[in-house]
């Protein structure tokens, strides 16, 4: 399975971004999706999940209210619609893959597949 992240940029506080990331490959079944980040000299963290029905969708605190997450499934596709954006959230972004559940995690060790990450950057 591979997944392509896009839509990273600059932005200014207080701006929008929206991420895309597409799975391809060996993926079939049900699958959750997620988006993870990683600030400069920080670990990577949990930001958003759907499961495949996208009933069930954990955000993290720091995000609740301003980023919102979506899929489609016909084209194997994630979403992260990011909102008042702050200088906080500047980070590497991933998309990630939890293969043949219908369960969402936060746990990054759950995660079979990884997107190469899409820089995020908001300026003050």
């Known amino acids: 399975v591979q997944l392509q992240a896009s839509g990273g940029g600059l932005v200014q506080a207080g701006g929008s971004l929206r991420l895309s990331c597409a799975a391809s490959?060996?993926?079939?079944?049900?699958?959750?999706l997620a988006w993870f980040r990683q600030g400069a000299g920080k670990g990577r963290e949990f930001v958003a999940a759907?499961?495949?029905?996208?009933?069930?969708?954990p955000y993290a605190d720091s995000v609740k209210g301003r980023f919102t997450i979506s899929r489609n499934n016909a084209k194997n596709t994630v979403f992260l619609q990011m909102n008042s954006l702050e200088p906080d959230d500047t980070a590497v972004y991933y998309c990630a893959a939890y293969l043949e559940t219908v369960e969402t995690t936060t746990s990054i060790r759950n995660y079979d597949a990884w997107g190469q990450g899409t820089q995020v950057t908001v300026s003050s």
């Open positions: 490959g060996r993926i079939s079944g049900v699958y959750t």
């Open positions: 759907i499961s495949w029905s996208g009933v069930s969708r």
